[in-house]
């Protein structure tokens, strides 16, 4: 797998996450029914998100298959907009990304790492406890609830 830091002036890197954030939000919603991707990230938000973090698209065998977006803070990272094609799910893609997350954060002298998952979204929160995250707290956003959670590292390659 490789991980591709997306810049704002690359449009096909761009419209690449979009794509992704777009066919996962409407594939939870077919499947799921969870509407909290339903609405399309909008792209300038995906443009002003590259400019200021450090967003990545994973690409295998030639095609962009997942894409995140990390935030540096002083004690920890937060990782957002975490997206895999519905079509990649279950194929190790996911744990990939976190563990590629895991690196950065030591790398940048980071030993937490955060993420915040809709309430309702119990493949997401299942994901993220089976790669060692703990629900620390919870949250309401404009529309719905969130499950605050983390995971410690080690100061070393985490096994995810």
Same mark, same amino acid.
């Given at each position: 797998m490789k991980f591709i830091r997306v810049t704002s002036q690359n449009k096909e890197h761009i419209d690449a996450v979009y794509s992704i954030l777009e066919i996962c939000g409407k594939d939870m919603y077919e499947k799921k029914g969870l509407t909290h991707w339903l609405k399309p990230y909008p792209m300038e938000f995906i443009i002003r998100d590259a400019d200021e973090k450090y967003v990545y698209l994973a690409e295998k065998e030639g095609k962009y298959v997942a894409t995140f977006a990390i935030t540096i803070f002083d004690d920890y990272i937060y990782i957002g907009k975490v997206g895999v094609l519905p079509e990649c799910a279950k194929k190790g893609i996911g744990v990939e990304c976190m563990k590629f997350a895991d690196n950065f954060a030591i790398e940048?002298?980071?030993? =937490?790492?955060?993420?915040?998952?809709?309430? $309702?979204?119990?493949?997401?929160?299942?994901?993220?406890?089976? =790669?060692?995250?703990?629900?620390?707290?919870? $949250?309401?956003?404009?529309?719905f609830h969130v499950y605050l959670m983390e995971k410690h590292l080690n100061g070393g390659a985490q096994d995810v």
């Open positions: 940048n002298n980071r030993f =937490i790492t955060k993420v915040d998952v809709y309430d $309702k979204s119990e493949h997401a929160v299942k994901f993220f406890t089976k =790669i060692g995250y703990e629900i620390t707290g919870g $949250k309401d956003t404009t529309n």
